[in-house]
Each structure stands twice: as C-alpha cells, then as structure tokens.
Nanobody, 120 residues
C-alpha cells in the first residue's frame, strides 16, 4: 500500500521558518512528481509547489521567493523549506504525488496533512 507521510509542521512566529518533509513508501515503481498543497477551513485546497522528475519546479505566486521545494536524495522524500512565514501561510499542508505502483499505472496519492500555524 502506497503511503505519503508529512512531518515538520508546527507553530512559528511571523518571519520564522519551517521545513516540511514528505516521505513516500510502499510498492512504488515510478514517481512522476511530488507536490505540496495547503488548505484552510472553509477554503479549497490550493497549490503551493511542485517538483517533477523531469526537472520542472513551480510555485504559487504567493510563496515564490520564500518557499523552496527539494528532494532529499531519492525521489521518495521531498522537503518544503518555508522562510519569511506570514500569518496567511497558516494552513494544513498536504503532500501529493502522481506515481505508479506498476509499469502501467499512474495514480494520485495524498498524505494526511500537517498543520502549520504562523502567529502574528
């Protein structure tokens, strides 16, 4: 069973930094991308950052220049370095991956989320 597990959330003051990690495990044949999304109560989940195994990286405009997505060695672990945090960054952050557990499969998987709270 494929699982994505996030870690690293917490409480930080405005201007502070946090690093989130996402580890994929299970029967993985190929990872196509790893991404981060976030969601606040009553709002839709929104895109934050993505890194593809083709070498593409993209960020939401709201986090460009402050957040950095990177992989930690193998592609099954991806980090999100968050600097200069603002109260509006407060949300539950979710890891998402498009991956295949076999040569012919490609599915979307989500982690359970980790809370990030930025106090003013």
């Amino acid at each position: 069973q494929v699982r994505l597990v996030e870690s690293g959330g917490g409480l930080v003051h405005t201007g502070g930094s946090l690093t989130l990690s996402c580890q994929a495990s299970g029967p993985i044949f190929k990872i196509y991308n790893m991404a981060w999304y976030r969601q606040t109560p009553g709002e839709q989940r929104e895109f934050v950052a993505i890194a593809t195994t083709d070498g593409e990286i993209d960020y939401a405009n709201s986090v460009k220049g402050r957040f950095t997505i990177s992989r930690d060695g193998a592609w099954n672990t991806v980090n999100l370095q968050m600097n200069s945090l603002k109260p509006e960054d407060t949300a539950v952050y979710y890891c998402k991956s498009d991956l295949g557990s076999s040569p012919l499969s490609r599915e979307e998987y989500w982690g359970q989320g980790t809370q990030v709270t930025v106090s003013s």
